[in-house]
């Protein structure tokens, strides 16, 4: 009888695992509560990743997965309560048979919140409620769950008072930290905050994205195309990364400035980036508001003796994947505008989702300000870091080890290529300016000979440029 008493012990001590509801509810459920993933997850004792995975299909488990399911039925229960609004018996009768209002009585339409701020947007990108005016893109909250279903004016968006930075000074907390763990030590410090980069750029992000209702983490089904082939090979976009040097250089260039391109993968952060899952049309169309990747016959270049191919050093012939910034530039160069300079590139294929060019933008402009105060400043500490941060936040947003949180390879190509299509852009101002462009190399490296000073301003800004080196070319004639 013991036995059988000490496995009855054993069963009346299990626990069936709390029950949690399908992943796409419990992040409606914190967004409609205007929670970000930041607060819960503190509340909960995990990082903002960790609630971003839990959204998107993992789940909990253990005492954790306890507490999870506590709050998403706690929230449940509040919402319940926040929209149970009873009709008064006198005053507002419901009829057993409504009629349904004619379009004359039918209300206005109810603005549907923004997918990026959360605010009421009457406009519409491809099925998204989005501000056509960016201006407008500004709420920091998303309105309240029963301001969504009133079909009056919507609010006036809140605005911080001057001079109130939107976000916490995340960047600058983390360098006191490190700097006060590290007693002093600038490279310690500097090493140890490189090092908690990603997960640092993403606490940051989910931070400027309060109220956003596009989820970051979340991961849509992707084409095989995007898939890579091996685990160490590759998958089909091609990013079109320039690697160009002028093989017939004047015979006598003089000095040759190298230049590099400051804060390439920053400014390249604003790219028209698809929303949603990419869907899968055919034929010769593009459209304006729709971002992706494109399978396309490049047109023939004949300026490589100055300029280089936008569309980089590619040997093999016939269709390749593009992203929409290598598309974009080259329908650009078939314009009247610049020459034209070749042919429109013949779309064949496109995988495309309806786009913006603000999915990333506070964030990048935090950055942005957090750099510019850093030079400043002469703080290296915090420059150091905040390359970090955006670098690693391009280069690991597809299969990577390191951040698991963010997987959208789509995002990454069209990120890279934007940084090359900047550059290509600037080579082709620098020739279109009477200079003689020598090399355009990756993301950031820049040769021009004659005074480049007439065309770009020297300095470390996100606008500006610096000197790599200064050299004479080395001209063999037969």
Not at 348 to 369: C, I, M, P, V, Y
Request: glycine residues 6%; hydrophobic residues 30%; proline residues 12%.
């Amino acid at each position: 009888m013991t036995d059988f008493h000490a496995i009855d012990a054993l069963l009346a001590n299990t626990r069936t695992p709390a029950h949690l509801p399908p992943a796409e509810q419990r992040r409606a459920l914190r967004q409609a509560l205007n929670l970000t993933r930041t607060q819960v997850a503190q509340t909960l004792g995990v990082s903002p990743s960790t609630i971003g995975g839990w959204e998107t299909g993992r789940d909990p488990s253990g005492e954790t997965r306890e507490k999870y399911a506590y709050f998403l039925t706690a929230a449940q229960e509040k919402l319940r309560t926040q929209n149970k609004t009873p009709a008064h018996p006198e005053t507002d009768p419901t009829p057993e048979h409504p009629t349904p209002p004619t379009d004359k009585d039918a209300p206005p339409p109810t603005p549907h919140p923004c997918v990026l701020c959360g605010a009421p947007a009457t406009d519409q990108i491809e099925g998204y409620p989005q501000h056509l005016n960016p201006e407008d893109c500004t709420h920091p909250t998303p309105p309240h769950p029963e301001q969504t279903h009133t079909p009056t004016a919507p609010p006036t968006p809140r605005r911080p008072p001057q001079n109130q930075p939107r976000t916490p000074d995340l960047i600058a907390r983390a360098v006191h930290e490190a700097l006060a763990a590290h007693h002093g030590d600038t490279q310690a410090a500097t090493n140890e905050l490189q090092r908690r980069a990603i997960p640092d750029a993403m606490t940051l992000l989910d931070t400027c994205r309060i109220g956003a209702r596009y989820d970051i983490v979340g991961h849509p089904p992707l084409p095989d195309i995007l898939r890579k082939k091996s685990a160490h090979g590759a998958d089909e976009v091609w990013e079109a990364r320039p690697h160009w040097t002028r093989l017939d250089p004047p015979p006598t260039p003089g000095e040759v400035t190298a230049l590099d391109i400051n804060g390439a993968y920053l400014s390249a952060l604003k790219t028209h980036l698809p929303l949603g899952t990419l869907e899968y049309s055919t034929g010769n169309v593009h459209s304006r508001r729709r971002a992706g990747i494109h399978l396309i016959t490049p047109p023939e270049w004949d300026h490589h003796p100055y300029l280089p191919n936008p569309l980089g050093n590619r040997e093999e012939p016939g269709p390749v994947w593009v992203t929409e910034p290598t598309l974009r530039l080259l329908q650009r160069l078939a314009t009247e505008q610049y020459g034209p300079l070749c042919d429109p590139p013949v779309i064949h294929e496109s995988f495309t989702s309806g786009a913006t060019e603000q999915l990333f933008e506070k964030f990048r402009q935090t950055l942005r300000d957090a750099r510019e105060k850093a030079i400043t400043e002469e703080d290296e500490v915090t420059l150091e870091y905040v390359k970090s941060m955006y670098s690693k936040f391009v280069s690991t947003m597809g299969e990577s080890n390191y951040n698991r949180a963010l997987y959208r390879p789509d995002w990454m190509h069209i990120i890279r290529s934007q940084a090359f299509v900047n550059l290509w852009l600037k080579a082709h101002k620098a020739h279109t300016a009477g200079l003689t462009v020598m090399r355009v190399m990756g993301t950031d490296e820049l040769h021009i000979a004659g005074n480049w000073r007439q065309v770009f301003t020297e300095g470390r800004g996100v606008t500006q440029v610096k000197i790599k080196d200064v050299y004479t070319p080395q001209t063999s004639r037969q």
